[in-house]
């Protein structure tokens, strides 16, 4: 994969910078917790939209946010970004497009994710 398309799902700056400070072997022990993690935040996620459940689906999308941007899911954090703010006027006629971005990649964008580090380790 092209660094270029790489940028696309992963923040390549901030997961240098992370390298840098704690090294790749440490932060992929991250990314395998937040792996764990990934099925009930997703499913969390379609679980709120098949309920109809706005408010909760917004804030299950928040704590998703900061979950993938903090191991460096770029594509991931953005939708879930979209997807937290019910409030937008787009919010109602994009979520099942933003959700459904999420759950088409999730798995994939993980992977390419910890391929990278462990190049890197």
Known sequence: MSSTQLDAILDLN???QYINAIGAATLLKSV????????????????????????TLCSEAHKFKGAAGSVGLKR??????LLQHGEEAKWEAEHKAWLS????????DLQQ?????????
């Not at 999420?102 to 994939?108: G, L, N, R, T, Y």
Request: glycine fraction near 2%; avoid cysteine; aromatic fraction near 8%.
């Open 101 to 108: 971005e999420i759950v088409e990649h999730a798995e994939k």
């Open 32 to 55: 395998v917790l937040f792996e764990q993690l990934m099925p009930e935040y997703v499913g969390s996620l379609v679980k709120a939209d098949d309920a109809n459940d706005k408010d």
């Open 14 to 16: 901030t997961l240098e």
């Open 76 to 81: 991931i954090q953005q939708f879930a970004q």
């Open 113 to 121: 994710l910890k391929l990278f580090l462990e190049a890197k380790a």
